[in-house]
């Protein structure tokens, strides 16, 4: 009888650990294949790879590695606000564009690499449309990358100090930028009624309107998004 009890205490504490196991092989999975094949429809020939972290934190320490290992970390925290393989692709994507300036320049790309951490701002805005063009390629909705974005990074108070551009200006350039290279998606738009995109749409009338009086004009000038 007690045998039997200690079996049911063993099983009871080994299949969660085994389920957790298998819910992290199947993560690690789909990353490696929705990674791979953005890099190999974009046919870039550098190597990056990929690696899920349940335990690991958002922080500057662990991102750095991005550019200086160029190991992409899929977070947790992040992952879970995935809820289609587009919105991984996004993620990806948007990683992948940094890692790839990092290869770039002098000294096997330290120069670049740097300038990426210190600079962000300035190539935040490069490396959010490289994202789009990677996803387009690899078959993949670029609008899940305004999806993604939405959802996981938050709207500061200003960025004139910061060093990151308000999340509401870099959703209204990709938002451009997919209008005037790729208004397919928008024209036959599947997120019309995904209510995160829909949110989108909602916060961003303001900065929707000055492009349209862009297009409308057909002006070239730069929109000063808020």
């Not at 039997?4 to 092989?25: D, K, T, Y």
């Not at 993949?140 to 939405?150: H, K, Q, T």
């Not at 500061?156 to 209008?179: G, M, P």
């Amino acid at each position: 009888m007690k045998k039997f009890f200690l079996l049911l205490i063993m099983s009871a504490i080994i299949q969660p650990v085994l389920a957790g196991l298998h819910e992290e092989r199947m993560i690690q999975q789909k990353v490696d294949n929705i990674g791979t094949r953005i890099l190999n429809c974009n046919k870039i020939q550098k190597r990056i790879v990929f690696a899920y972290n349940q335990k690991a934190k958002d922080t500057w320490r662990n991102r750095n590695k991005t550019l200086t290992s160029r190991q992409i970390i899929v977070f947790d925290e992040l992952y879970k606000s995935t809820q289609t393989d587009d919105e991984v692709a996004a993620m990806l994507a948007r990683e992948i564009a940094t890692v790839m300036k990092s290869y770039s320049g002098m000294w096997g790309g330290w120069i670049d690499s740097a300038q990426v951490a210190l600079s962000s701002k300035k190539f935040e805005t490069v490396a959010d449309k490289r994202a789009v063009d990677y996803m387009v390629n690899a078959g993949y909705n670029p609008l899940a990358l305004i999806v993604y974005i939405n959802k996981t990074c938050p709207q500061r108070h200003q960025d004139v100090i910061a060093r990151h551009n308000l999340t509401s200006k870099r959703l209204a350039r990709i938002y451009e930028y997919i209008t005037y290279k790729y208004p397919e998606y928008l024209h036959d738009n599947e997120y019309t009624n995904n209510e995160h995109y829909q949110n989108f749409l909602l916060t961003s009338v303001d900065n929707r309107r000055k492009l349209e009086e862009k297009i409308r004009t057909k002006s070239t000038d730069e929109v000063d998004y808020e």
